[in-house]
């Protein structure tokens, strides 16, 4: 069974102090990953695709790479309005899409 | 930019009652979704639509129609609304080849009472 689970659940920063949210996936037939941003009552905002093992995109302070069984996004120096949740999204054989629980950022002045 | 416009941000309705929700899409995008999102939950797939006059039914399906008249157009409709059904829906769009990420309206919560 596809699936997708995203570390950690929640994650408080300072201003400035940089740190990487993980995901972990089992996809078969994987066909591209998505990265989204989602702030509270609106929907999710398209940020990266991902294609294939070793690619990495960058946007502005954040940056997100893929392995054949994880991606990370790293955010380097960050500020409050980056606070929001990160969704990690891969895509199945079907062109399915597999949604986590993604990870709850809060980012404090 | 890609925009998808949901009708209603809020809806309150009552059980029993047939719910229309719509979405529109103004980038000529072949494929439209309709999922739903609960707290603790990550997205569910409702139903998609390839094409217009076409649909498939996602992972969740059960009380829910569709219709797609037109391209730009997607319309969920519950049939005959159930508590159960309160939830955030979310219409999303995409082209229809290679690997495009799906642009996500806003949103739509509804209440049923």
């Known amino acids: 069974e596809d699936q997708v689970t995203q570390s950690p659940e929640a994650l408080r920063l300072q201003e400035g102090e940089s740190s990487s949210l993980n995901c972990s996936y089992t996809v078969s037939g994987l066909r591209g990953l998505f990265w989204y941003r989602q702030d509270p009552g609106k929907g999710p905002e398209f940020l990266f695709t991902?294609?294939?093992a070793g690619e990495e995109k960058e946007k502005e302070r954040l940056k997100a790479t893929l392995t054949k069984k994880e991606s990370f996004l790293h955010i380097t120096a960050p500020k409050p309005e980056d606070s929001a949740t990160y969704l990690c999204v891969p895509r199945g054989s079907q062109g399915n899409l597999i949604f986590g629980k993604g990870t709850k950022l809060s980012v404090k002045p | 930019d890609v925009k998808v416009t949901q009708s209603s941000r809020y809806l309150v309705k009552r059980t029993g009652e047939k719910v229309f929700l719509e979405c529109v899409q103004d980038?000529?995008?072949?494929?439209m979704f309709w999922y739903r999102q609960d707290p603790g939950l990550g997205l569910r797939l409702i139903y998609f639509s390839y094409d217009v006059k076409m649909k498939e039914k996602g992972d969740i399906p059960e009380g829910y129609s569709v219709s797609r008249e037109k391209k730009e157009r997607f319309s969920l409709i519950l049939e005959s609304a159930s508590t159960n059904q309160t939830s955030m829906y979310l219409c999303?769009?995409?082209?229809?080849?290679?690997?495009?990420?799906?642009?996500f309206g806003d949103g739509t919560r509804l209440s049923i009472l």
């Open positions: 999303a769009s995409s082209l229809g080849t290679g690997y495009q990420p799906q642009h």
């Open positions: 980038m000529d995008h072949e494929n």
């Open positions: 991902l294609y294939s």
